[in-house]
């Protein structure tokens, strides 16, 4: 029987396997802005990582009880969910560039006056908390600007690339500073943690300065704050991938997220070892993070999110079961490496699918109800977490908190019809 030409054509293109491959993987690093950002993040987000290291770990010394470690992660967190309309409009409306280069001044201020403060001699949980309060309030207005930012830097078939390894810097940036910090709170103290979180903030500074406006192209809208929010969250209604993605964020962070927490916890209160052995497990989490990038990126082929969805978030809850199992640091090293493979499978992917489904008009204030999403829910578990930690211990804790994710995955899983839509194409409309 004989075939049209263009059935012939789409028979042929369905034999040409999926691109795969390092070079496809690591294709958004060709574009020199996007490196350019990329290595002033990782810079910038390594000192973030080694003060989130250095709060906990001397609230705990100070007052041997984790709910105010919790309280630390939920004040810091909280302004980016409650600025997520001003945030989201802001980088809808300025140039996210200029956003981001003001923020990181602000924020480099800020990490500053801890360091000086705590020389000045403050031990008080209740200051140390405000001051790194003051700093969440810089992020919340900034957060949705640099997810949104990512984009104007590739062209958009290089977009899925850009997203994940700007997950990876993260996520690289998690394994090196608290492996860092524990080491430098060993030897010198502190303060050292604070001072070099501080001058880090000049990596992403310098990188944005070298960024020449000209080449980001942003489509702006200047909408009243709470009519683009509005707007916003109908078109969110309107779009069930992107549904679905922030659902699964919110899961990741409510449950799973505040392990970052607990592992400074278990460490100093169940392993009971010193501060360079926190600093080591914490990066671990950074370093299973890494070992998950050759799956997100697409080193390995283009797999369907909703497959990479489906499989990580039962996976993600047996790895905090194991976690908060574990009585020993090899153990929870082993778990601690599974979380951060699945958690940057979970968090990257479905960031991905938002970003690739919202259109461009409007995809700073659909990112900040997504990021608003994400930090409300994690700041709100860590809190509440740590707070029945106080009363019954972090071990059944921890096992209860993967326990609701295995459910949440047994639920995503039965319904392939709404994981599906993570693979919506882009809304050119």
């Not at 993260?170 to 502190?190: E, H, L, Q, T, W």
């Not at 392993?271 to 497990?281: E, K, N, T």
Request: charged share 10%; glycine share 10%.
């Amino acid at each position: 029987m004989s075939r049209s030409p263009d059935s012939a054509s789409r028979s042929d293109s369905s034999d040409v396997p999926p691109p795969s491959g390092f070079r496809h993987g690591l294709r958004a690093m060709r574009h020199q802005n996007f490196r350019r950002f990329w290595l002033g993040a990782v810079v910038s987000n390594s000192g973030t990582w080694l003060q989130n290291l250095a709060i906990p770990f001397v609230l705990l010394e100070i007052t041997n009880e984790p709910v105010w470690v919790g309280i630390a992660a939920f004040s810091a967190l909280i302004p980016t969910m409650l600025l997520g309309p001003v945030s989201g409009n802001v980088a809808d409306r300025f140039p996210r560039r200029t956003i981001l280069i003001i923020s990181s001044c602000l924020a480099a201020i800020v990490a500053m006056a801890l360091w000086a403060a705590w020389l000045a001699g403050l031990r008080s949980p209740g200051g140390i908390i405000a001051i790194a309060a003051l700093g969440g309030v810089i992020n919340g207005f900034s957060i949705a600007a640099w997810q949104s930012f990512i984009p104007l830097l590739v062209p958009t078939e290089d977009l899925p690339s850009a997203i994940s390894l700007n997950s990876l810097q993260f996520n690289i940036a998690r394994a090196i500073g608290p492996v860092v910090g524990g080491i430098f709170i060993a030897a010198f103290g502190v303060s050292w943690a604070f001072l070099i979180n501080g001058v880090s903030f000049l990596g992403v500074f310098i990188a944005l300065l070298f960024i020449d406006p000209g080449d980001v192209k942003q489509q702006t809208d200047p909408r009243p704050i709470f009519a683009g929010f509005t707007e916003a969250l109908r078109y969110i209604r309107g779009q069930p991938g992107i549904m679905v993605g922030i659902s699964v964020a919110i899961a990741v962070a409510g449950f799973g997220y505040p392990i970052i927490s607990f592992v400074v916890i278990f460490a100093k209160q169940v392993y009971d070892v010193g501060p360079v052995a926190v600093g080591l497990l914490s990066g671990l989490l950074g370093i299973g993070s890494i070992l998950a990038a050759p799956l997100v990126t697409g080193v390995l082929g283009d797999i369907p999110r909703a497959t990479l969805i489906r499989w990580a978030l039962p996976f993600y809850g047996a790895s905090v079961m194991l976690f908060g199992s574990s009585t020993e640091p090899v153990r929870g090293s082993i778990a601690i490496v599974l979380i951060g493979f699945m958690f940057l499978t979970l968090v990257s992917t479905s960031n991905i699918a938002v970003q690739t489904i919202v259109a461009d008009r409007i995809r700073g204030r659909v990112l900040a109800i997504r990021i608003m999403a994400f930090t409300g829910a994690f700041p709100v578990g860590s809190l509440v977490q740590t707070a029945l930690a106080g009363e019954f211990g972090p071990r059944p804790v921890v096992v209860g908190a993967g326990i609701c994710l295995l459910l949440i995955g047994a639920v995503f899983a039965l319904n392939p019809q709404a994981l599906a839509r993570l693979d919506d194409p882009t809304d050119n409309a």
